[in-house]
C-alpha cells in the first residue's frame, strides 16, 4: 500500500522540482479548516513534532505538501526548494516554512496557491501525504487586502473541487456543526459527502453537560467516511512543550475514561486517525491510478505531437527548464 502512495509522491516531487503546482488531478487528502480550529495542532500530532509557524493571525499562507514516510532511523525534513539540507532541527523546518512562505508572498500576510514541498522521514509516522490549505477567515489583518477571505475560499475551494481529491475537515467541537466553514466549503464541491472525512477537535473543551457523540457516530452530519474525534494539546500544553507520546496517552486515557466517548472503543484519537487516512489514501490511489495513467499517457501523446511539428522550439534550454512538459516526459 505504501507504494501507492509513493507513486504519486513522485509526481508531486516532479513539479516541484520545476516550481509550479501539478497539473492533473492527483488523488491526495487536502487539510480544511477556520483558523484557530486545531488544523495544524491535528498536524503536528500525525508527525509528531512541533515544526509548523504559529501565532496570530493566517499562518498557513501557501499550501504545504506534507509527505510523511515511515522509514527507521533518525527523524529529519527534507524540503524540495532546498534539496541538499536535511533538517534534522525541526524549530529550523519552521523557520525554512516562514521564510519560504515569506519570499513568496511578501510579510504582509497575504497568500500564494504555490506550493511547498517538505517530506518528513521518520519511524513514528505512517507513509502519509497531506496538504495542509490555509485556514478559513473573514478578517483582514495588516496590509492585506479587505476581500483576503474571498481569496482564501476560493484556494481552498479550487484544491477540494479536484474530483479526487479526498478532504480531511477539521471541525471544533466548541461550535454548532451547522456553522462549520470546512464543511460548508466541502459542501459545494462535494454535495453527496462521499470524499469528506470530519475531524472533531476541542473535545475536552465542551460545556459541563454537553458532548458530541452523535456527531462522531455520524448521526448529526452523516458523511460516508465519517469522523474522528480527537483531543490535542492546549495552548498552555503548547507552550511548555508537553511531548506528543505524553499528549496522546493523554489523549486516550481521555476518550477511555470518558462516561459518553468510552463506547466509541479505539475508534478516536490521532493514532486512530493516521491509521485511518493512510489506508484511505492508498485504496483512494489504488481506485483513481488507472485513470490518472490514462490522463499522462494522453497529455504525453499531444506533446510528442507538438514536438514533432516544431522541434526547436522544445529544443530550447531555457524553455525546455522551466516547462512542465519536460516533467510529463519524464
Known amino acids: 500500500m505504501e507504494k501507492l502512495i509513493k507513486v504519486v509522491n513522485k509526481l508531486q516531487d516532479a513539479f516541484a522540482t520545476v516550481n509550479m ?7 491526495q487528502i487536502a487539510v480544511v479548516g477556520e483558523q484557530s480550529s486545531g488544523k495544524s495542532s491535528v498536524l503536528e500530532k500525525l508527525v509528531g513534532r512541533d515544526f509548523l509557524p504559529r501565532g496570530s493571525g493566517i499562518v498557513t499562507r501557501r499550501p504545504l505538501v506534507l509527505q510523511l514516510v515511515n522509514r527507521a532511523g533518525p527523524e529529519y525534513g527534507v524540503f524540495f526548494h532546498n534539496k541538499g539540507r536535511k533538517y534534522t532541527n525541526f524549530d529550523e523546518i519552521r523557520k525554512e516554512i516562514e521564510h519560504e512562505t515569506d519570499r513568496v508572498t511578501g510579510k504582509n500576510k497575504n497568500i500564494s496557491p504555490l506550493p511547498i514541498n517538505l517530506r518528513i522521514y521518520s519511524p513514528h509516522v505512517l507513509t502519509l501525504t497531506l496538504i495542509d490549505l490555509p485556514g478559513v477567515t473573514n478578517v483582514a489583518v495588516g496590509d492585506q487586502p479587505a476581500d483576503i477571505g474571498v481569496q482564501i475560499r476560493e484556494m481552498v475551494k479550487q484544491a477540494i473541487s479536484n474530483p479526487n481529491c479526498l478532504i480531511l475537515a477539521v471541525i471544533p467541537a466548541v461550535t454548532d456543526i451547522a456553522n462549520s466553514e470546512a464543511l460548508k466549503l466541502s459542501q459545494e464541491v462535494d454535495p453527496n459527502r462521499m470524499r469528506t472525512i470530519g475531524v472533531v477537535t476541542k473535545i475536552d473543551m465542551m460545556g459541563e453537560g454537553t458532548n458530541c457523540l452523535d456527531i462522531l457516530r455520524n448521526k448529526v452530519y452523516p458523511l460516508a467516511r465519517g469522523f474522528v474525534g480527537v483531543v490535542n494539546r492546549s495552548q498552555r500544553d503548547i507552550v511548555q512543550k508537553k511531548d506528543m507520546s505524553t499528549a496522546k496517552n493523554e489523549e486516550l486515557n481521555f476518550f477511555n475514561a470518558h462516561p459518553v466517548y468510552r ?11 493516521q491509521k485511518s487516512l493512510s489506508e484511505q489514501l492508498a485504496v483512494h490511489i489504488r481506485n483513481t491510478l488507472p485513470r490518472l495513467k490514462e490522463n499522462i499517457m494522453e497529455q504525453l501523446a499531444v506533446i510528442k505531437e507538438k514536438i514533432k511539428e516544431n522541434p526547436a522550439l522544445y529544443l530550447d534550454s531555457d524553455l525546455t527548464n522551466s516547462s512542465p512538459h519536460k516533467v510529463v516526459i519524464l
Not at 466509541?264 to 486517525?273: E, H, I, K, M, Q
Open 21 to 27: 503546482a501539478c497539473p492533473f488531478d492527483l488523488p
Open 263 to 273: 463506547v466509541l472503543g479505539n475508534r478516536v484519537g490521532t493514532d486512530f486517525l
